[in-house]
């Protein structure tokens, strides 16, 4: 399949980042938390498609919310009830939301987050952190990855491209910091007008490591003391954290927030949510915003099922289970002898190969044994565990019991 694949896509797969290390498999069908490769393969699944399925696959609620909504039409392009609906539902759940919209994609939501702040503070530089993913684009693909030559001092890091392709002047209107240091947030607070702070609350998409006690809280403060926005990227935190995202449990609310993946339930689906007065700046302050899909009927009836059910006691069932996860692989390290940290909370969360006692910010992840992660997983896929290439794991609520004993007896099988 993958032969025949790549004689008519790039690479043979839709998205580059599936074809890395293990190896790109072809899947037939999956249930709650297993899936089936097309050899007949069997495995526990800690991927989730890269986060979306929080409820697990095949979920009957979602089925039957997508199957109503097929039903009807796919799309109006116009205005229909599940828009408010969901909207509501998303306003109850999430502290900053005053007013939402919707997209289709994390990356389309980080552009127009960017927008908004700029358009508001009538300033042009954002502030972003190394190794916090906001999306593929030009603009927001800065400091993503660099290794230890491209990310340039400790004291005054660069702003790194990510990709071939990417113009020079896609550093413009950017300056970068390192994560989790305070006084490196005011250092360029102070030196330049900054339009927004963005970030990922938890830094899952570099080792899922968590803010320190008080950092989010200080950051917050930062902002408002020299006037510019936060925004937290809550692609993977939103609806996975806590019903509320990152921003409900640490307590610090933004000013604006993006949400996806578990957000739609499966389905494509991205969310900004905020202040009103800034997010209305769309509806008559001359701030441009659309899409074709926004709003797209099947993918908010499963977004208004998904929601219903995480704040009915599924991300409680998720969050026990990757608790119980998280203990039990640190557990199995330390009786090996293995120099091994999980990092992260309940429903995400990376085992890095490391010395290190703690991971604080992303130049501490340049110690990992990237080699010895990458036999690790390959020998998790022999004992049917399916985890993503970065040593990131997600839980969904379809993880019960038996899973979490499966998979901790595949762990301590691999480790030997």
Not at 63 to 85: D, F, I, K, N, S
Not at 268 to 274: E, F, H, N, R
Not at 359 to 388: C, N, Q
Request: with cysteine; charged share 20%.
């Amino acid at each position: 399949m993958l032969a025949r694949a790549a004689k008519s896509l790039a690479g043979g797969v839709s998205s580059p980042f599936r074809a890395r290390v293990p190896r790109p498999l072809y899947f037939r069908d999956g249930c709650g938390a297993r899936l089936e490769d097309v050899d007949g393969n069997n495995y526990i699944d800690y991927t989730l498609a890269w986060g979306p399925n929080i409820l697990g696959y095949k979920h009957p609620k979602i089925v039957e919310a997508m199957t109503r909504a097929a039903q009807g039409p796919h799309t109006y392009g116009a205005q229909h009830e599940l828009e408010y609906m969901v909207a509501e539902k998303i306003q109850s759940m999430a502290p900053c939301a005053e007013r939402v919209a919707f997209s289709s994609s994390g990356s389309e939501v980080v552009q127009f987050c960017w927008r908004l702040a700029r358009a508001f503070t009538s300033r042009e530089t954002i502030l972003k952190f190394e190794g916090h993913y906001h999306g593929w684009m030009d603009s927001v693909l800065i400091s993503y990855h660099p290794t230890a030559a491209e990310a340039g001092p400790a004291d005054a890091p660069a702003a790194a491209l990510h990709s071939r392709g990417q113009v020079a002047n896609a550093r413009e209107n950017i300056a970068v910091a390192r994560w989790n240091l305070v006084d490196a947030v005011e250092q360029e607070l102070a030196r330049q007008p900054i339009a927004a702070v963005v970030m990922e609350p938890v830094m899952c998409n570099s080792g899922c490591i968590l803010p320190r006690p008080g950092y989010l809280e200080a950051v917050r403060d930062l902002c408002k003391k020299y006037g510019a926005l936060l925004i937290f990227d809550e692609v993977i935190t939103g609806f996975r954290m806590t019903t509320g995202g990152a921003q409900k449990h640490y307590g610090v609310t933004p000013d604006l927030a993006t949400f996806g993946k578990a957000v739609g339930g499966g389905l494509p689906l991205s969310v900004v949510a905020g202040r009103q007065e800034i997010l209305e700046m769309a509806a008559g302050g001359g701030v441009a915003f659309g899409g074709t899909f926004n709003g797209n009927p099947v993918s908010l009836a499963a977004a208004h099922a998904a929601l219903e059910e995480l704040s009915n006691g599924a991300l409680d069932c998720a969050c026990r289970a990757g608790t119980a996860l998280m203990d039990g692989i640190s557990r199995i390290a330390r009786e090996r002898h293995v120099d091994l940290l999980v990092c992260g909370f309940p429903t995400a969360f990376a085992i890095h190969f490391t010395a290190r006692a703690e991971l604080v910010e992303y130049r501490d992840t340049w110690d990992d044994d990237t080699a010895r992660l990458s036999a690790f997983i390959h020998k998790l896929m022999d004992e049917g565990v399916y985890i993503l290439p970065d040593g990131r794991m997600y839980v969904s609520a379809a993880h019960g019991d038996a899973e979490v004993r499966e998979t901790l007896d595949a762990f301590e099988r691999a480790l030997s």
